[in-house]
């Protein structure tokens, strides 16, 4: 059974930065593509990055110019690096893996943004 694990949410003060962890159980090259996600409280979850694992990255407009997605074969894992961080993007970030046309999602990683 696949696992993706996301680690690294913390409470940070708005402008500040931080990167996530997600953690594979399988090698990266066995996915198609790998996407960051987030739910505020209240509101649905929305794709904030996405990186193809051959090819490209996509962003939400809102943290373009801000947030990065990479990888990390050796370690089988996708990083998130958010900077300038604000109050609005407190929420829940989720790491979300597609591999054989098969979804597999991480349980989450809390990030507060506030002073």
């Known amino acids: 059974q696949v696992q993706l694990v996301e680690s690294g949410g913390c409470l940070v003060q708005p402008g500040g930065s931080l990167r996530l962890s997600c953690a594979a159980s399988?090698?990266?090259?066995?996915?198609?593509?790998f996407g960051w996600y987030r739910q505020a409280p209240g509101k649905e979850r929305e794709m904030v990055a996405t990186l193809i694992v051959y090819g490209s990255t996509q962003y939400a407009s809102s943290v373009k110019g801000r947030f990065t997605i990479s990888r990390d074969v050796a370690k089988n894992t996708v990083y998130l690096q958010m900077n300038n961080l604000k109050p609005e993007e407190t929420a829940v970030y989720y790491c979300?893996?597609?591999?054989?046309?098969?979804?597999?999602w991480g349980k989450g990683t809390l990030v507060t943004v506030s002073s």
């Open positions: 979300k893996g597609r591999r054989y046309d098969v979804d597999y």
């Open positions: 399988a090698s990266i090259f066995s996915f198609n593509s």
